[in-house]
């Protein structure tokens, strides 16, 4: 549900625009989507951090897998992500809704993206770009830590498993999930991290189709 929500804040107005060739978008729109967008991207890196901690559960405490992951601790892990999912897409969309625009506001991407627009800004950028670093750290790196140490209490259970068909379905269970951190890891860093060149703006528009458009 959040991965349809995620494509479709930004992908209808995309069509729209490539159908019709009026590529505009209102500015409470563009804020509008920035939110969403932020939201429910974040609330998929959160909840792969959630699906990290169940599998650590299944394969290394597995007696207590029923009563760790009951229906009633799924929802309140669930609530407890979306809760705190818009901790950075209300702040970046609160202090982007404060910055004065110059007369050039041809966005360099195809949806509204929090880098993009703060090169467009005339006024001061400084905070937003501390946010930015600040939340970014807290919001991406905690859970992808989460991640990696989930992933180490696995193999270190899985090796030490007896039988070679138990480590094989344990390994199994775990890679459509590894896939999917690689491929949302994988396309982040490749827009956020890489330096900027030349065609810096058509590669991290090309690799943000990865997250935004073919979703995992």
């Not at 956020?192 to 943000?208: E, G, I, M, N």
Request: net charge neutral.
């Amino acid at each position: 549900f959040a991965d349809i929500c995620f494509t479709s804040a930004s992908i209808p107005k995309m069509l729209v625009n490539i159908e019709t060739q009026h590529q505009t978008i209102s500015y409470v729109g563009c804020i509008t989507q920035l939110y969403f967008l932020l939201a429910l991207g974040g609330l998929d890196n959160l909840l792969l951090a959630a699906m990290a901690y169940d599998r650590y559960v299944a394969i290394c405490r597995p007696l207590h897998y029923a009563t760790t992951m009951s229906p009633q601790n799924c929802v309140l892990i669930m609530s407890m992500c979306w809760a705190l999912t818009n901790i950075p897409a209300l702040t970046h969309s609160i202090l982007l809704a404060h910055l004065f625009f110059c007369t050039q506001h041809a966005i360099p991407h195809f949806y509204c993206d929090i880098s993009a627009l703060l090169k467009l800004a005339c006024s001061d950028t400084h905070l937003n770009e501390l946010m930015v670093i600040i939340l970014g750290a807290i919001f991406l790196t905690v859970p992808l830590a989460l991640i990696i140490l989930s992933y180490a209490c696995i193999t270190s259970a899985v090796l030490g498993f007896s039988s070679p068909e138990g480590r094989w379905k344990a390994f199994s269970t775990c890679g459509s999930h590894l896939t999917v951190v690689l491929l949302f890891y994988g396309s982040l860093m490749g827009v956020y991290l890489f330096p900027s060149s030349s065609d810096s703006v058509r590669r991290d528009s090309a690799t943000s189709v990865l997250y935004i458009v073919v979703t995992p």
